[in-house]
């Protein structure tokens, strides 16, 4: 019994994160406000280490329209301006030696479209490895009945891994939902 709670817990546990995980990359994809998580994964070349830009630097949004960037050293605001501008996230920064700022341009209809397609890929691509998450837990408590288990108990427990299942994938239909419609939004 305590063995088939553990593999219902930690598909629980899987399942959580693949959501996490997609919110993460829904926040990259910009929807015409400013966000200083359009710039999460942006890596900078700090003393022969490659560190992400939030350890380095304070990001925020002082309007819809602007993200400012101020380092913690003010010698490495070139190479954050370089990584932006590596970055091919489609930003022209500004460097006044102090701050770095970039202005986020409003979206057109085509661009918000290809927007939202990409925010489908990643909600797809959610659902995919929440379903290889079932699969492996499902996978794992069919092995208990060659240890012993009885099969009702496996079969039920197989049912509340189809619930979690339901139950995540309606969250991942819920945000894609709610990021389309930021995308959407003028």
Do not use: C
Request: proline share 4%; no cysteine.
């Amino acid at each position: 019994m305590e063995e088939i709670e553990l593999y219902l817990d930690d598909a629980k546990d899987t399942m959580e994160g693949a959501v996490k995980h997609l919110i993460i990359e829904l926040g990259k994809i910009r929807a015409g406000k400013a966000s200083p998580q359009m710039l999460e994964g942006l890596q900078i070349d700090y003393y022969g280490t490659m560190t992400p830009l939030h350890n380095v630097a304070t990001i925020n949004t002082p309007d819809a329209r602007t993200i400012a960037i101020r380092p913690f050293e003010k010698k490495i605001i070139n190479d954050i301006e370089k990584a932006i501008r590596n970055g091919n996230l489609g930003f022209a920064p500004s460097n006044d030696g102090e701050l770095i700022r970039i202005s986020v341009p409003p979206l057109n209809e085509e661009r918000r479209r290809e927007l939202a397609k990409r925010a489908k890929n990643e909600v797809e691509t959610a659902k995919i490895n929440i379903r290889n998450i079932r699969q492996d837990a499902n996978n794992s408590l069919r092995k208990l009945t060659k240890d012993g288990v009885a099969e009702d108990l496996v079969k039920v427990s197989e049912d509340r891994v189809q619930q979690l299942t339901n139950s995540f994938v309606a969250k991942v239909e819920q945000i894609l939902t709610a990021k389309e419609k930021e995308i959407m939004e003028v």
